[in-house]
């Protein structure tokens, strides 16, 4: 199947600093990415859609200032969390649309996850 | 997008068919119906989808009633590895879609 490389899996960092995590998918093009938070024990949360050069799109109540979306190829898409602080602790997922492929139409494949401790 | 309902957690004995429900009563003609999987900590895992005709692949089959207003995803062979948050979803096949997710169901497969 289609791989996902999200990178790293797991940062700590002191509040104030800012964490950058990497998406990639690795054997297609992604014209689409997605960032999405989960929180211990709850679903996923889409954060944001981001198209391939072009300005992410942010879903209400995210702050487009605090986490940074940059996708800059095909193959991939950066968020970077701002001035972190301990309230943005959580699992940060990406994802990447397989698009225009006959027997893969429109899935949506997923990273691994980083799990951001911001102490 | 459509919203869907699942139970909230089920059970299932090793080696045993596991039988996992959604409703989605509100799902429009042209919505598909995705399943996806998220083993603890760590990223979702796409199982199959469907529009309306019944679905298998090396993983699981796809059951989607005729109306369409509820499917069931079917694990012919559970195994402790396929214990699970299992997330079925309702959407658009096209551009500018989103893919939302419920609170999906937490599969026990036990010895």
């Known amino acids: 199947g289609a791989v996902v490389s999200q990178h790293p899996s797991r940062v700590i960092c002191k509040s104030g600093t800012s964490v950058k995590i990497e998406c990639r998918s690795l054997d297609f093009q992604a014209t689409t990415m997605f960032w999405y938070r989960q929180f211990p024990k709850q679903s996923l949360m889409l954060m944001a859609t981001?198209?391939?050069?072009?300005?992410?799109?942010?879903e209400q109540g995210v702050e487009k200032d605090k986490f940074l979306i940059n996708h800059a190829s095909l193959t991939l898409s950066t968020l970077t969390v701002t001035s972190a602080h301990p309230e943005d602790s959580s699992f940060y997922i990406c994802s990447a649309l397989r698009d225009r492929q006959a027997r893969a139409k429109n899935i949506q494949y997923f990273g691994a996850g980083t799990r951001l401790s911001v102490l | 997008d459509a919203k869907t309902t699942q139970p909230t957690s089920m059970d299932c004995a090793e080696g045993r068919a596991a039988n996992l429900p959604c409703n989605h009563s509100?799902?429009?003609?042209?919505?598909?119906v995705y399943w996806y999987r998220q083993i603890h900590s760590q990223g979702p895992q796409y199982i199959i989808h469907g529009l309306k005709n019944n679905e298998t692949n090396e993983m699981a089959s796809l059951i989607i009633t005729e109306d369409r207003k509820s499917s069931t995803l079917i694990l012919p062979h559970a195994t402790l590895r396929d214990t699970a948050v299992y997330y079925c979803?309702?959407?658009?096949?096209?551009?500018?879609?989103?893919?939302?997710f419920g609170a999906g169901t937490r599969l026990f497969v036990k010895a």
């Open positions: 981001s198209n391939e050069g072009s300005k992410a799109t942010y």
């Open positions: 979803i309702v959407r658009l096949n096209t551009g500018g879609f989103k893919t939302i």
């Open positions: 509100t799902i429009s003609g042209n919505e598909y």
